[in-house]
């Protein structure tokens, strides 16, 4: 054999050996791309995924607070409609009638005077407490209406101020009253 020959040889060789290389690497570069577009959509599925679940999240907060801003606003109209019926209430009794005042500071005054001595009304009701009671007078009081009556000593007061009557009625019956109001 020559040397052509062998040449011609090593070359088909290096050819054969170049080609066997090449189909390797392009196999290789094939599966190493498609494990990157792999790993890419498995990626990108997680990440939509996440971006869902805090979508959902945000939303789901916005919700929330959106219900809890609607249950504010409710309970505060309630309370000023509460209000309002408190104060119109208040004015009501402030306004009574002369009769019906004198009726109801009879009965308070005649069920507490006994082992009592000393009674305070508002100024308005001054004359009028002092013509129903024999307990001493001793002053006035801010208030809506009603009688405030202290034994000799100070030490025992009853308190029946409309004020204080409108008061604690309205805390004992301010369920109810919602209730009615509001359903």
Do not use: W
């Not at 498609?34 to 995924?49: I, M």
């Not at 002369?98 to 004359?127: C, G, H, P, V, W």
């Amino acid at each position: 054999m020559g040397l052509e020959a062998i040449v011609e040889e090593i070359l088909a060789k290096g050819r054969a050996e170049a080609e066997k290389i090449e189909e390797e690497t392009s196999l290789e570069v094939s599966k190493i791309i498609a494990d990157a577009e792999a790993a890419a959509s498995k990626l990108k599925t997680a990440k939509e995924a996440a971006v869902r679940k805090e979508i959902d999240r945000l939303r789901q907060q916005e919700l929330s607070s959106a219900n809890l801003e609607v249950k504010k606003a409710k309970l505060n109209a309630r309370k000023e409609i509460l209000d309002e019926v408190y104060e119109a209430t208040k004015d009501a009794v402030q306004k009574l009638p002369a009769e019906k005042n004198l009726t109801l500071l009879k009965s308070i005054i005649e069920k507490n005077e006994k082992n009592n001595a000393k009674i305070y009304s508002r100024n308005k009701d001054k004359q009028t407490v002092k013509k129903i009671t024999e307990l001493e007078y001793k002053g006035e009081i801010d208030c809506i209406g009603g009688v405030v009556i202290e034994n000799a000593e100070g030490t025992e007061v009853l308190d029946f101020k409309y004020d204080t009557i409108l008061g604690d009625v309205t805390e004992q019956s301010l369920k109810h009253v919602s209730d009615i109001l509001f359903g």
